[in-house]
C-alpha cells in the first residue's frame, strides 16, 4: 500500500455537518487517503453552531452508512459519550440519557452504571458507532477541576471504586461490539486547569494512585484503548506533555504497565498542544511517544485540509530521521489489530 495510505489509517478525523456527499472533504480522504476513522459532534463550535453531525437517530444511521461505504478498511466511527455533561446524543434529538459518572459512582454497587452503560452501548451499535472514547478512569482528587471534578466525570477518588465502574462500562459495550476507550493517561483527575484551553501542568498535584485504574484494567485485560491527556508533569517527563511523552507512553504506559494495545491522543487541535507546538513537531513526536491514532476533532478549529496535512507532516518526520520506520510499523500493526474485530454493519 501507498505510504500516505497507510499513514492515513492512524488518523481521526472530524468533520462538519450531518450529511455527506461525493464531495465533501471527510469522503476525499476516506477515498484518496485511507483515514483510518472519523469522530461525530452535536455541536460546531468553530462556527458556534448548536448543530454539527447529529440531528436524529436516522440521520446519524444514514451518516455513519454513507462513511463506511465509501471505505476499503475498516472504519472506526468514534463519539465522546460518556453520560451528563458530556453527551453527544441529547435528549431532545430523541436519544436516551444516561447520569453523569459521578452519580453513578455514588450507588451502591455498579448495577445502575451497568444499565447506563448497557443503554448506550445499545444506542451506539444500532446506529453503527464502533468506538465510545468513554469511560474516563481519572480520580476525583481535585473536586474544583474545571474539566472533570465540576462536570462529575470520574466516577470517584477511590481507584478500585473507579475500576469496578470502568470494568462495568466496558463489559456492557463488549456485549454490543462496541469498543471502548480509557482516559486521560496518566490521571487528569487533580488537574487545576483545562487542557482545551492551554497548558496544564500537574506535576504539583499528581499522585501515583491515578494510574491504578490503569493497572487493573490492563492486568484483567479489560482495555481495548487508551486515551492520553495533554498534561505536563515533570516527575515523569521535564520536557514534553503526556500525548508528546515517550517516557510516559512507550515507558510508563507501555512497558512498567505492560500494556501493548492501542494509545489514541486526545485532540491535537487542544490549546495545550496547538499553542506550544506546529503540527509537524506535534505528530512526529506523539508518534514516536508511541501514540497509534491520533485525532483531530476538526471542532475547536476547522480545516478541511487537515487529514493530508497531518499525513504530510508524518512522511515528512519519517524522511527526516524524526519518526523511525520500526516505530510507524509498530503503530500500524497495533491499528490493523484492534480494527480486526470491529462490527462491520449497525444491529
Known sequence: MHLEKQIGQLLIVGMQGPLVTTNSPIIRDIHTRNLGGVILFDRFLHEKQPDNNIISHQQVKKLVHDLRDNAERPLLIAVDQEGGRVNRFKAERGFPVTPTAGKLGQTTGTEQTTIAAEQTAAMLASLGINLNLAPVVDLDIFPDNPIIGRHQRSFSSDPAEVTAHAMAWITAHRQHRV???????????????????????????????????????IDRDMVD?????????????????????????????????????????????????????????????????????????NNLDYDPDITNKAIRAIIKGLRHGTITEETLTAALERVEKFKRSLTVEPH
Not at 186 to 208: K, M, R, T
Request: glycine share 8%; proline share 3%.
Open 179 to 217: 469498543k471502548t476507550c480509557i482516559k486521560h493517561f496518566p490521571g487528569h483527575g487533580s488537574a487545576h486547569a483545562d487542557s482545551h484551553l492551554g497548558f496544564v501542568d500537574i506535576s504539583n498535584h499528581w499522585h501515583n494512585d491515578e494510574i491504578i485504574p490503569y493497572q487493573n484494567l
Open 225 to 297: 484503548a487508551v486515551m492520553t491527556g495533554h498534561l505536563y508533569n515533570r516527575t515523569l517527563d521535564q520536557d514534553f506533555p503526556a500525548t508528546l511523552s515517550h517516557q510516559t507512553v512507550s515507558g510508563l504506559l507501555r512497558a512498567e504497565l505492560n500494556y501493548d494495545g492501542v494509545v489514541l491522543s486526545d485532540d491535537m487541535q487542544m490549546r495545550a498542544i496547538t499553542s506550544h507546538y506546529g503540527l509537524e513537531e506535534a505528530v512526529c513526536r506523539a508518534i514516536n511517544a508511541g501514540i497509534d491514532l491520533l485525532i483531530f476533532g
